[in-house]
């Protein structure tokens, strides 16, 4: 009898700890968060322990600030563009890596996902330095143009849609689309009525992701950016050159509002949880 009840108090114990190491998880990620909301509340432009009080003047002086402003539209611009053509190239490309076997097909995947592997800053100051070559080559200006800008967006946006996509795809049962063309349906029917609907979890999810990357990125757009097009990660960055007060708080508690607000409406159409 105690032999028995041994294993049971070892298998509650362990459930518990489990639980406790999952709530700790959860506390590291969720308290950088919940700290800079709470910071974008404090009235002292000092900012120390105990804060003398509470306000949100601190939101007004975001919103009178107009570079914010205007770069918070740019940068919403700017990722709904990069994420919609690279969303689409992404789509086409992850189709004939899965769909068309073909000599190279490992390399040209490996390709397509090393920006993720990549780090930022790396990843711009390469893109600089291939736009500066090819202005010399073209006679034609790139860095500082909106196109040149756009394009390098979309290069960071198609690595997670060919990832995505390409991992629901290995999920799908084919025989689905072949039942659908012996009933008569041709290739192109059979893909956007049977195939399409199937992946809309995945090019959701992968829209979502490549949204989010773009406007938050700062390292591909600090060099590229011409004169009066500014996102808002630089415009935080130029802020916190000459000031030091709850205003980028503030700033950050928008934006992380913001993609929260995207994310639940995104999962309450599309279960992010069956891709990601």
């Known amino acids: 009898m105690l032999a028995s009840i041994v294993p049971i108090r070892r298998f509650h114990l362990g459930k518990w700890f489990l639980r406790v190491f999952v709530f700790l998880v959860y506390a590291i990620m969720l308290c950088p968060l919940v700290f800079v909301i709470w910071l974008s509340f404090f009235k002292?432009?000092?900012?120390?322990?105990?804060?003398?009080?509470?306000?949100?003047?601190?939101?007004?002086?975001?919103?009178?600030?107009q570079s914010f402003v205007n770069g918070f539209i740019f940068s919403l611009q700017l990722a709904i563009v990069s994420a919609l053509i690279g969303v689409s190239i992404g789509v086409v490309a992850a189709l004939g890596l899965i769909r068309y076997r073909f000599r190279g097909a490992k390399y040209v995947n490996t390709l397509l996902l090393s920006p993720l592997l990549m780090p930022g800053i790396v990843a711009g100051i390469a893109i600089y330095l291939f736009y500066l070559r090819t202005e010399n080559?073209?006679?034609?200006?790139?860095?500082?143009?909106?196109?040149?800008?756009?394009l390098a967006h979309i290069c960071l946006t198609i690595p997670w849609t060919v990832r995505l996509v390409s991992a629901s795809m290995h999920g799908l049962d084919p025989s689905i689309e072949e039942a659908a063309r012996n009933l008569g349906a041709n290739g192109r029917v059979?893909?956007?009525?049977?195939?399409?609907?199937?992946?809309?979890p995945a090019i959701?999810?992968?829209?979502?992701?490549?949204f989010i990357v773009s406007f938050e990125n700062l390292e591909v757009s600090l060099s590229l950016v011409g004169p009066g097009s500014t996102t808002l990660p630089i415009a935080i960055m130029?802020?916190?050159?000459?000031?030091?007060?709850?205003?980028?708080?503030?700033?950050?508690?928008?934006?992380?509002?913001?993609?929260?607000i995207i994310m639940l409406v995104t999962d309450r159409f599309v279960k992010l949880s069956q891709v990601v």
């Not at 959701?204 to 490549?210: C, E, I, K, R």
């Open 190 to 200: 059979a893909f956007w009525r049977i195939t399409l609907p199937m992946l809309r």
């Open 44 to 65: 002292d432009s000092i900012l120390y322990f105990p804060p003398s009080g509470y306000t949100l003047s601190w939101y007004k002086n975001a919103w009178d600030n």
């Open 238 to 260: 130029q802020y916190l050159e000459f000031n030091l007060d709850p205003t980028i708080a503030a700033v950050s508690s928008v934006q992380i509002l913001l993609l929260g």
């Open 204 to 210: 959701v999810a992968a829209a979502l992701f490549s």
């Open 137 to 150: 080559f073209l006679d034609r200006d790139i860095v500082g143009t909106l196109g040149g800008l756009v």
